[in-house]
């Protein structure tokens, strides 16, 4: 079972099944599909595997959650920590990290969502998972989500031949997350 993680703004629960028909809508959204399906249609079946083998992690600690404002029902996305053994594939010194997957909706995207929910899976990563680095991994043509992962801190590690696209991969030591300015992102 996933903690919920709570912020002034948002409120991050886990995943379930009565939560389908708003995380397909929004993972099928041209915007976030592009990216994160590789541009394909997301079916039905397809977001239930993604939710099942989200929260069947080898550690019941890591899987997908669905993001909340505060008091309010409606989903707005959805957050993911897992092992980054997908990336791993592409750049081998990712194995064993674990690896934050934000899907926002994009209407919602300029309230800050991205950042806090990020904020959050990394105080949770950092803090009671004992992880002393986490891995991302962006599409390099998908340029708001690399200017938001450096901007957020992590470093680049490389670019990689990737299954569509270039990927370029990164990391976040914890010790560069507490030197931030304030311990939240830019």
């Known amino acids: 079972m996933l903690p919920t993680l709570v912020s002034t703004r948002l409120h991050l629960s886990q995943a379930a099944d009565a939560d389908f028909d708003s995380l397909s809508a929004i993972w099928s959204h041209p915007d976030v599909r592009h990216f994160l399906f590789a541009d394909r249609p997301v079916p039905r079946d397809h977001v239930s595997v993604f939710l099942g083998s989200g929260n069947a992690e080898e550690d019941e600690r890591l899987g997908t959650w669905v993001v909340r404002f505060r ?3 409606e989903i707005v ?33 300029r309230h800050r969502v991205g950042v806090d929910t990020l904020t959050l899976l990394a ?10 680095q986490l891995a991302a991994t962006v599409d390099a043509p ?6 938001f992962t450096e901007r ?4 680049l590690l490389s ?3 990737g299954p569509i696209h270039q990927l370029r991969t ?6 560069a997350y507490a030197q931030r300015s304030d311990g939240r992102a830019a």
């Open 71 to 73: 008091g309010d029902p």
């Open 77 to 109: 996305g959805s957050a993911s920590l897992i092992r980054a053994s997908s990336s791993a594939r592409f750049e081998p010194r990712l194995a064993g990290l674990v690896e934050p997957t934000l899907a926002i909706d994009p209407s919602k995207q």
């Open 123 to 132: 105080d949770y990563a950092f803090g009671p998972l004992r992880q002393l």
């Open 142 to 147: 998908n340029e708001p989500a690399i200017r």
């Open 152 to 155: 957020f801190g992590f470093a």
């Open 159 to 161: 670019t990689v031949p």
């Open 170 to 175: 990164y990391t976040l030591s914890q010790a």
